[in-house]
């Protein structure tokens, strides 16, 4: 057997309680097949059956009544209640992939078979998630199969603590679960119970430094690679691979070589040794991550060198190992002259990688964030998505909630991700954002290259923290990001039942009802309440500078890293159109560049984004710009406010120690959302001296 059982009690167990279980562990479950993934699963099972008084069957199989199978395909003849309906696609496969599984009702068992090792696991907890219902006679046969094969998060966790960024670069949940005062950390029950998180979520793929990569993190590669190796093998059983952000200059800081010249063959061999040498420690390692020229990183522009030619020179080394490289395109000039209205961050890193297009090695995965400008509340898609048909793209979000509150704050962020992946950067008739990213080809004469798509990637959200992720609530953001990425056409309304029936199982609850409606009653709206009551209508960065968190209109206004409004006596807003202002909207394909060149046309919320407009200006909403800010300010924070009220009826309900820390959290979130309402709503009424209609009091 396995005493063995997942998960460290010290730590909040998010989205896979014991109690979780308990339809599954009340029962007789069969495991067939081998390997490191499907030890997991039968750990799994079979401590859940010793907990919920069910029964877990090992072979050889004999004939005996079985509720549940879980099967691997290929692994030998299937057991008797399987073989009849499931023999001739354990044959075929059925089109399950590596990762995708089968479930259906034969006789009274309910069966599933999986394509592959990763298969079973995702299998097994969505067995989980389905509870009782897996064992409905009803139960309808489903294929299920991810729509992104890369679904992955960066960590942006320091090995040595940084002086400025502290441990977790814009970590809002303690310390790294990896790193700690420059070494590692090596709490692996504490990494093993997130490898079954994420395993959990359909998440497949991690690295696990700093895109910022200093000294003791550069060494990673090389000298200190022993301990990324210990992390690989703890989350090995779950399914994921581990990645690496390195540094460009690596073969000068490492290597000891006088440059780091993607041309000069000393670097290509350097790189093609080292990687080498790590994948004799990590055979699956997955890749490299690199921010290059960004932000004071070092890159290939200093040797003259196109952001391709770097790319590929990663690219090389892993391509025989079968690895990949991330290539960001956030590029953008952080010292420029505010003073020059021609200079648009927003246009950066178009400009910087649409001209590359087609020429990065096919291993090669750029990684765009989904916006243009830096993870703002709300800004247009990126254009760069709809500008490199021949390179795979991969886009970036940030559960992090770096500009969203911070941890501290509620948003649930499930609605602006799948906004974004819904979105048609070539209109009605073309693909989804998803779709691109899943490497789908675009139909008709325009047809372009079939790859196979760079996938989803966001910045994490978890740290040492008892409950991950500081804001208990901010579990259904991490827990959302990897079911968006297996099926980014779920509703986020959806996912978000899904956990909290898992976070708090009804069988748990005495009043499940309660505890349903009250969550979402606070989080479903909960993004847009956020940008009711921060910045209006598509600028952003009306934060503090440096630690991001809380208001500060004019922080950013005047600052060589550029991010504008342009507020001044008789209107606000970015001109980025192509007739007046920056041509930024001259990046976007029809229709989106006719859409977002008229203020007739653009959306109200991306409104300022893309238009300098009086404060009288009338919004397809029929409120005046100044009236707008006003009310949505006011409504915001009333909003926050209900939230506060209203998580107070789960008092009693649910576990004290998770509803104190939410109750301290939304006591900031009222505080902090009354400051940005009278900072924004005070800065539009000395700018423009429009009093509010409503003859609320601004001073
Ligand atoms: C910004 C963060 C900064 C990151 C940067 C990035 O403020 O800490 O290093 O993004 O994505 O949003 O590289």
């Known amino acids: 057997g396995h005493p063995h059982r997942f998960g460290e009690p010290s730590v909040h167990p998010a989205w896979l309680p014991s109690e979780a279980f308990r339809a599954l562990g009340s029962r007789r479950v069969l495991v067939h097949g081998d390997g490191p993934l499907v030890d997991t699963v039968e750990t799994e099972v079979t401590w859940a059956c010793s907990r919920f008084g069910g029964q877990a069957l090992v072979a ?27 023999a001739p696609l354990n044959e075929t496969g059925g089109g399950l992939g590596d990762e995708g599984f089968l ?136 399914g994921v691979r581990v990645h690496l952000s390195v540094t460009f200059a690596a073969p000068v800081v490492l290597g000891g070589l006088p440059t780091a010249d993607p041309l000069d063959e000393k670097v290509r061999s350097w790189w093609a040794t080292t990687t080498r040498q790590v994948y004799e420690r990590i055979p699956d390692f997955g890749g490299y991550v690199v921010k290059a020229d960004s932000e004071g990183q070092p890159g290939p522009l200093t040797y003259g060198r196109s952001h391709a030619d ?147 990637v966001a910045v994490a959200n978890v740290g040492d923290d008892p409950y991950w992720c500081g804001h208990p609530l901010a579990q259904a953001n991490l827990y959302a990001f990897g079911r968006l990425a297996w099926d980014p056409e779920l509703d986020p309304a959806a996912i978000l039942d899904e956990w909290i029936d898992l976070t708090f199982p009804p069988t748990a609850t005495e009043d499940p009802a309660l505890v349903r409606e009250t969550v979402h009653a606070i989080m479903d709206d909960s993004w847009r309440t956020y940008e009711r009551y921060t910045a209006p209508l598509g600028v952003g960065f009306m934060v503090n500078p440096g630690n991001h968190y809380g208001p500060q209109v004019d922080g950013y206004e005047y600052s060589p890293w550029g991010t ?19 041509g ?25 984004f893309f238009h300098h407009v009086p404060y009288d200006h009338v919004l397809h909403s029929g409120s005046t710009v100044i009236q707008h ?26 576990d004290p120690a998770l509803h104190e820390r939410v109750t301290d959290r939304l006591d900031e979130q009222v505080l902090s959302a009354r400051e940005w309402r009278d900072h924004v709503n005070t800065y539009f009424f000395r700018k423009s001296g429009v009093p509010d209609a409503r003859g609320r009091r601004i001073h």
Not at 633 to 645: D, K, L, P
């Open 60 to 86: 050889p199989y004999r004939d005996e009544p079985v509720d549940l199978v879980l099967a691997l395909r290929w692994a030998g003849p299937l057991p008797a209640p399987a073989t009849r309906a499931l």
């Open 103 to 238: 479930l259906t009702r034969v006789g009274d068992t309910t069966v599933l078979l999986a394509g592959g090792p990763a298969g079973l696991l995702y299998g097994l907890y969505h067995v989980v998630r389905l509870g009782e219902a897996a064992f409905d006679p009803g139960l309808p046969t489903r294929r299920h199969r991810p729509a992104l094969r890369r679904r992955m998060l960066d960590h942006w966790d320091n090995v040595a603590v940084h002086p400025l960024m502290g441990q977790v670069e814009r970590g809002y949940a303690g310390g790294s679960i990896f790193w700690r005062n420059g070494g590692p950390r090596r709490d692996l029950a504490r990494i093993r119970a997130y490898g079954r998180l994420l395993a959990a979520c359909g998440i497949n793929a991690i690295s696990v430094n700093n895109v910022n990569v200093g000294g003791t993190e550069a060494r990673l590669l090389t000298e200190r690679l022993g301990d990324v190796a210990e992390i690989a093998d703890v989350l090995r059983p779950f």
């Open 629 to 654: 800010i006003y009310d949505t300010h006011f409504a915001g924070v009333e909003q926050v406010e209900a939230m506060f009220r209203r998580w107070q009826l789960l008092a009693g309900v649910i």
């Open 310 to 456: 770097g790319a590929n020179l990663l690219a090389e080394a892993l391509a025989p190992l079968g690895g990949v490289v991330h290539w960001r395109a956030f590029v953008y000039n952080h010292r420029q002259d505010w003073r020059d209205r021609r200079t648009d961050r927003a246009r950066a890193a178009y400009d910087h990688f649409a001209p590359l297009d087609g020429e990065f090695r096919t291993n090669v995965i750029l990684q765009v964030k989904y916006g243009p400008i830096d993870f703002q509340t709300r800004e247009p898609v990126s254009p760069v998505i709809a500008a490199m048909p021949a390179t795979r793209l991969a886009v970036e979000m940030q559960v992090t909630q770096e500009y969203t509150g911070q941890q501290r704050h509620v948003c649930y962020l499930g609605p602006l991700w799948r906004e974004i992946l819904g979105f048609r950067p070539w209109g009605e008739e073309g693909r989804t954002v998803a779709a691109v990213v899943a490497g789908e080809p675009a139909q008709g004469p325009t047809r372009t290259r079939s790859g196979p798509g760079g996938g989803l």
């Open 584 to 608: 930024y909207t001259d990046q976007y394909p029809w229709p989106w560049r006719d859409v977002y060149e008229s203020p007739e046309t653009c959306p109200d919320e991306l409104l300022l």
């Open 564 to 582: 504008y409004h342009f507020a001044d006596r008789d209107g606000v807003g970015v001109d980025r159109t192509r007739a007046t202002g920056t």
